[in-house]
């Protein structure tokens, strides 16, 4: 009789095992990898996946068959008899479940590590959040932009900072998440293995216009990325604050990555369309929309989505090149 049970409570596990592999393996839980690092992550995802299988089908053994052996009869409201406890039993289930966790500890600290290296001749990208926007400056190059460029095959370590709260950095497809701190520096190593557009979302509630918070990374081959940050070059974008060019001051503050303006080549959409709403409009106007941006609201758009910082984080001779720029690009329309 006991040979029988265990047999059935072998059965009944290896059903819930085989029931709940079945769901992991064939639903598309994680996007496709497109970084070295998701490799990675993806490998300890599923070692923790299988131990977590391992040990529901073990419980749902034990339960269901418990529960369809050991069943009180319809007429039966008595106690159950008492029983004393099995103190192999329990040395087993509490040692066994202490080396899975030490397992899965060390697992992780290896994939941790290796994740975090950043390789010899890696490149550097600076990330800078804000609400709600982010700004990608690449050191040495003099080039800023709303988007991240990264070539195909090439680690780059970003190097993340917040102008105002807590923000977090995140691409799917990458798997790399971390925080960008007000007052700290956080870093992130990532290696992307595909050619692609994918979305870069902010993942910590950083206010009302959080939601909105999104930007693209955009993996070139390595011709193509040299054309791109060569023609940034040409295009006088240039990193930091900008100075006092306009186009760079569009560009470093994050303006591409919320609005859509044809001459920076942005084509973002949570902000009103600048090709249209600046036309007709004087400098008066645009630089209002910049220090107080809720004075006025574009039809369909909500109070509280722009930062009403850039007052005090532009100088009066880096507003109004900021205001020229803008309204020279939308002339004519």
């Not at 960008?180 to 994918?198: C, E, L, M, Q, R």
């Amino acid at each position: 009789m006991r040979k029988r049970s265990i047999i059935q409570m072998v059965l009944v596990g290896a059903l819930a095992g085989a029931a709940v592999a079945v769901v992991a393996y064939f639903i598309p839980w994680l996007p496709d990898a497109a970084s070295e690092e998701a490799t990675s992550i993806d490998r300890l995802y599923w070692f923790v996946t299988i131990v977590c299988i391992a040990i529901f089908s073990l419980v749902a053994a034990v339960t269901i068959y418990s529960v369809w052996k050991f069943r009180a009869p319809p007429d039966d409201n008595e106690d159950g008899s008492p029983i004393h406890g099995h103190t192999g039993l329990e040395i087993v289930w509490t040692a066994v479940p202490a080396a899975l966790v030490t397992a899965i500890s060390i697992v992780s600290a290896i994939v941790l590590i290796g994740v975090e290296d950043a390789p010899a001749g890696s490149r550097k990208v600076d990330v800078s959040a804000q609400q709600f926007a982010w700004s990608f400056s690449y050191p040495g190059t003099n080039v800023t932009s709303g988007q991240l460029v990264l070539e195909v095959d090439k680690a780059v370590q970003l190097t993340l900072t917040s102008k105002d709260v807590i923000h977090s950095f995140w691409v799917p497809e990458f798997r790399m998440k971390q925080d960008a701190v007000p007052g700290t520096a956080t870093h992130v190593v990532i290696t992307p293995t595909k050619v692609g557009t994918y979305e870069v979302i902010c993942t910590e509630l950083c206010g009302l216009g959080h939601s909105v918070m999104r930007s693209q990374a955009v993996v070139l081959g390595p011709a193509d990325y040299e054309k791109w940050l060569s023609k940034q070059k040409s295009g006088g974008a240039a990193a930091g604050g900008g100075g006092s060019d306009g186009k760079a001051l569009f560009a470093s503050n994050g303006c591409g990555s919320c609005h859509t303006l044809s001459a920076a080549g942005s084509s973002g959409q949570v902000g009103p369309n600048l090709d249209e709403v600046l036309k007709g409009k004087d400098a008066a106007f645009v630089r209002t929309s910049i220090v107080d941006p809720d004075a006025e609201l574009a039809p369909g758009f909500q109070p509280g989505i722009m930062p009403k910082t850039f007052g005090d984080q532009l100088s009066d001779e880096q507003l109004d090149a900021l205001v020229k720029y803008l309204l020279d690009s939308t002339k004519g329309g």
